[in-house]
């Protein structure tokens, strides 16, 4: 789910931001900017939200910083200098790039593997080559088949370490007051 969110974000950020900025001299633009930003925090909470449900960490909400009766431009100025609004905003953007990684090391893992352990079944209908060795005779797909069976585990365990560095980077970015160095959240083992 990283790598398609992550490019809507990307997508909406660069766009609305350019868009925003490039008007900005006519005023337009900063009722673009601010839609940006109300559209990011809104994601950021999703972004939260989705965290805590599948990466099993805890992630509390950030205090209000709202007052009320409070005019709207002390509102603003108060949403503008709040650190999580920026740290929120830095991480819509680090999930595109991370995002594909993300995705080429969740594929790239998991169709070796596969692929590997089915390779009796494919091998008489398509070539397969791991590595330097084309698979092409029975024994040679048996061999495969075992390397798969010893390979599958070890991409299920390097999958969840990456669950939970993105467990570890989202509770770092979307928490008030965290800090990277002293991070230390409980991360599911099946994530």
């Known amino acids: ?18 868009l925003g900025l490039g008007l900005i001299i006519i005023w337009v633009g900063v009722l673009i900017l601010a839609a940006v930003l109300a559209l990011s925090w809104a994601c950021v909470h999703f972004e939260r939200q989705m965290a805590i449900h599948l990466l099993n960490i805890d992630i509390p909400e950030p205090p209000s910083t709202s007052v009320p009766g409070e005019p709207i431009f002390k509102r603003i100025k108060r949403y503008m200098v709040n650190p999580l609004t920026w740290k929120g905003l830095a991480y819509l953007f680090l999930k595109f790039p991370l995002g594909i990684g993300t995705f080429v090391i969740c594929v790239t893992l998991l169709s070796l593997s596969f692929s590997l352990l089915l390779a009796p079944f494919l091998y008489p209908f398509w070539h397969l080559n791991f ?27 390097l999958l969840n370490l990456v669950a939970d560095l993105w467990a570890k980077i989202t509770a770092v970015m979307l928490q008030a007051g965290a800090k990277i160095s002293s991070f230390s959240a409980p991360v599911s083992q099946n994530s």
């Not at 789910?1 to 350019?18: Q, V």
């Not at 495969?144 to 585990?153: D, E, H, K, R």
């Open 1 to 18: 789910m990283t790598f398609p969110l992550g490019l809507t974000y990307f997508i909406i950020l660069i766009t609305g931001l350019s």
């Open 131 to 157: 590595f330097l060795v084309r698979i092409d005779s029975f024994p040679l797909s048996i061999v495969a088949m075992v390397v798969g069976i010893f390979l599958t585990p070890l991409s299920l365990i």
